[in-house]
Structure formats: C-alpha cells, structure tokens
C-alpha cells in the first residue's frame, strides 16, 4: 500500500514538472505559419491564454484581443492535450499541442472531431 502511494505520488510530481515545463516552453509570442497572425501566450490562473497581439485581415472576425483560454496537460508521447474555450465565438474545441524551442504545432477539433485544423507557429 505504501509503495503504491508513493508511487501515485512520485507519478504525479513527475506530471506537474513535465506540466510546467511544456507550458514554460509554450510561453512567450508566436508567430502563425501562415503569417496572418501572432499570439503572447501566457498564464492566466490555472489556464494558458493565447492572447491575439497582431492580425493582418480582420475581415474573417479574428481581431487583435482576442483570447483562447487553454487547460492542457501533459501526455505519455510529450505533446500536450486539453481543451481550448474561445469567449469571442463560445466554442470550446479539442486541442493538442507539440512544443519545441522555436516551433510549436496545434490541432484542434469541434463537433466531436469531425472538423479539425491544425497550426503551426514560430517562437518570435
């Protein structure tokens, strides 16, 4: 019993660093592969917020401002997994992140996955 319980234990302080370095490495501003955008993402309580800090076509509904507030967290193969709720359109979708030093990839999903993108993003 004892045993379990410091296994269950020492499992999750391997989970909580593993949390904090993947959402460390996710921290900072990002350009959008397709150049149409850039984000801060940052902490925002027990979230991560990606935070618009520059668009260049507003015309789609996508303005500086706006946010996606994102509890992830981390799974087996590295990547980091959760949802993302976006309060300018109140969708909530299914998100995967892969963060590396200067590059970071995101797939999110609606409907229960039949509709998905995904993104990719340079560390400014």
Do not use: H
Not at 17 to 37: I, P, V
Not at 57 to 70: F, H, N, P, T, Y
Not at 72 to 84: F, I, L
């Amino acid at each position: 019993m004892r045993v379990a319980l410091a296994t269950l234990v020492a499992l999750g302080m391997i989970f909580s660093t593993e949390a904090f370095a993947s959402e460390e490495k996710m921290s900072g501003s990002w350009s959008r592969g397709d150049g149409l955008a850039a984000v801060r993402i940052a902490p925002c309580g027990s979230s991560m917020c990606a935070v618009n800090t520059w668009v260049k076509d507003s015309s789609q509904g996508e303005k500086v401002g706006d946010r996606l507030v994102m509890t992830v967290s981390p799974k087996a193969d590295g990547k980091m997994s959760g949802t993302a709720f976006d309060p300018q359109r109140k969708l909530t979708y299914r998100i995967d992140i892969s963060v590396a030093d200067q590059s970071m990839k995101t797939r999110g999903c609606v409907l229960g996955g039949l509709l998905c993108k995904s993104v990719g993003w340079t560390k400014q």
